[in-house]
């Protein structure tokens, strides 16, 4: 299965909760499901990056201070890893450094236990839903990917050109062909790419890259 279908298939968002204490993670489990979320728990960092979870659609409730590899390391792991999954930290004590290297490294929040339910169950929702906007994003990303790569090479290069705001005339000069026969490309370009203005093409081609 390639990327782009694992993306499209329809995906349960997931709590992942990634602590060593089995009483807090059996008392978290039991308060999300009674919200209506899914939840899968691990009880090492090294636990959780030995699984496929990295790749799927929710967020991570993390416990600061677990053996092994703590959940500041574990953040930067998963950053390394390119893990997009927004991250929530839970932590038994006040700890100012570790707020701030968790927040500065893209942690969503950092909550102090005993925090109140509805703070813990306001975090996830917003870690949802960053998730979700970021899926959407990447599905986006990936469409485009695949527009463009549906041009023939001639194609191509017309649509570059196109965004960077040459006229048909400059176009057909630049490539030493007809104008009329680059008016056919540039039609065809817009078809493909599913564009129905030159703004709309300059702002893919941005979003690709592509020049």
């Known amino acids: 299965m390639t990327p782009k279908m694992a993306l499209e298939k329809p995906a349960p968002e997931t709590v992942f909760v990634v602590d060593d204490d089995a009483s807090v993670v059996r008392g978290l489990s039991r308060l999300l499901r009674a919200n209506g979320f899914e939840v899968e728990s691990f009880a090492s960092a090294a636990a959780f990056l030995s699984s496929d979870a990295r790749d799927c659609v929710g967020c991570l409730l993390i416990d ?30 006040t700890d100012v450094p570790a707020t701030v290297q968790a927040i500065r490294s893209g942690a969503l929040d950092f909550l102090t236990k005993p925090f109140q339910e509805e703070q813990l169950l306001a975090a996830i929702r917003s870690a949802l839903d960053r998730c979700r906007d970021a899926r959407t994003r990447r599905l986006a990303a990936l469409a485009d990917q695949d527009r463009f790569a549906s041009l023939t090479p001639r194609e191509k290069e017309v649509c570059l050109l196109v965004g960077s705001g040459l006229l048909n005339k400059q176009i057909a000069w630049q490539l030493g062909t007809a104008e009329k026969t680059i008016k056919v490309h540039r039609a065809r ?14 702002r893919l081609v941005d979003r690709l890259g592509a020049r």
């Not at 370009?189 to 300059?202: G, I, P, Q, R």
């Open 64 to 93: 600061l201070r677990m053996p092994g590899m703590n959940g500041l390391e574990l953040q930067a792991a998963l950053r390394e890893s390119n893990c997009t999954l927004p991250v929530i930290f839970i932590s038994g004590n």
């Open 189 to 202: 370009v817009m078809e493909k790419l599913a564009v129905v203005s030159v703004a709309e093409l300059v």
